[in-house]
């Protein structure tokens, strides 16, 4: 391996060495493909209230969870989303095929005379910005994928995250139907989160990564170890499509529900943490066990989570039998930086060669 300390600027790397095949980091092109609405930089934290609750919602629920993200000092942590999944929706649409909000459920969540769902918690402590109610979206309205959805889904009511499910899809092609809804997104005015819940049926890790922040790699996660798990290796196959802006998604996290053991939640929660996946609570944040709270609440953890990647190695052929290798830091201070052979593509370290630093003219 090649190590040397340097102070944060471009760092170029002119390496002699006989080699079949380099191996160019993917992060350049791939960035570029991304869904350029800003949002997503690093994996959503938050609440959805499908593992819990599933459709026995109310808007009592959902604003004791805002305020229990504000008193426990959840929201400090990043914890933003406040996510009502399920359920709020109307079994029908009107004669524009525009969605609709239960109101026997959210009375008081109001502006909700002109507006599907409240963008804002009101009337409570929060409510001064620090707490947003989203609308996660599942169609189950057969033959209207295509006919009013995306134009009509009232994106000026201030909807801010949105999870387009799979269910009732009228066999449209999840390609078709997710660009469509995309499209719309990016015409709303404003940045919207689009959360792709296509349940990993067609690979979608592998296609329309200009399309959404974040899409499920699986079926629906439940409350037991061995599902977790199954989930989990489901979603590693995926790890190399994860980077700012789009994310792989095993689902919402089931710690604190009660399906598992103190040490198995650990591990559910550190294996979402470390795959970069969104960290959306899905258990009763009102009714928190002394268990769940240093699990979702561990900073470090979550760190870990949503740190972005401050160090790059970049590496590429030349002529010659060369190769150039770009060891980039985005670090404010001077740090030690370690590039290995296979990270510059080179698959022996039996030969010799040699290095010259491009920037100080010297071998």
């Not at 944060?8 to 006989?18: E, N, Q, S």
């Not at 079926?219 to 037991?224: A, G, H, N, V």
């Not at 996290?253 to 294996?271: D, P, Q, T």
């Amino acid at each position: 391996m090649m190590e040397r300390c340097y102070a944060p600027c471009f760092f170029l790397l002119a390496v002699l060495f006989i080699v079949s095949s380099s191996a160019a980091d993917s992060n350049g092109s791939d960035r570029r493909n991304l869904l350029s609405n800003g949002l997503g930089l690093t994996p959503p934290m938050g609440w959805n209230s499908w593992n819990h609750f599933h459709c026995q919602i109310n808007e009592k629920i959902i604003r004791e969870t805002a305020d229990v993200f504000v008193s426990s000092g959840l929201s400090n942590l990043g914890y933003k989303y406040v996510n009502i999944d399920d359920c709020w929706g109307e079994s029908s649409r009107d004669s524009q095929i525009s969605l609709s909000c239960s109101f026997h459920m959210f009375d008081s969540l109001t502006q909700i005379a002109a507006k599907p769902l409240p963008n804002q918690c009101q009337g409570t402590k929060h409510a001064q910005g620090q707490c947003q109610v989203h609308l996660v979206m599942k169609n189950k309205m057969p033959k209207t994928l295509l006919h009013g959805i995306e134009s009509n889904i009232a994106f000026e009511q201030g909807i801010d995250y949105l999870k387009y499910d799979n269910c009732f899809n009228d066999d449209t092609r999840p390609t078709i139907r997710y660009r469509a809804m995309s499209d719309a997104l990016k015409k709303a005015g404003r940045p919207i989160f689009f959360s792709m819940c296509e349940w990993g049926d067609m690979r979608p890790a592998l296609w329309g990564s200009n399309i959404r922040n974040s899409w499920r790699t699986t079926d629906d996660i439940s409350d037991s170890w061995a599902r977790m798990l199954t989930i989990a290796d489901m979603n590693e196959v995926y790890a190399d499509h994860a980077k700012p802006g789009g994310w792989n998604d095993p689902d919402m996290l089931e710690v604190g529900n009660g399906g598992m053991k103190y040490n198995e939640y650990v591990v559910h929660f550190s294996i979402w943490a470390i795959s970069k996946a969104p960290l959306l609570l899905g258990c009763d944040v009102g009714n928190l066990t002394a268990e769940t709270m240093p699990i979702i609440g561990n900073e470090e953890v979550i760190a870990v989570n949503q740190a972005i990647n401050d160090q790059q190695i970049w590496a590429g052929p030349l002529s010659g039998n060369r190769i150039v290798v770009l060891l980039e830091s985005r670090k404010t201070f001077s740090s030690m930086m370690t590039a290995h052979w296979d990270d510059i593509g080179i698959k022996s370290n039996n030969t010799l060669f040699e290095a010259r630093d491009l920037w100080e003219e010297r071998n």
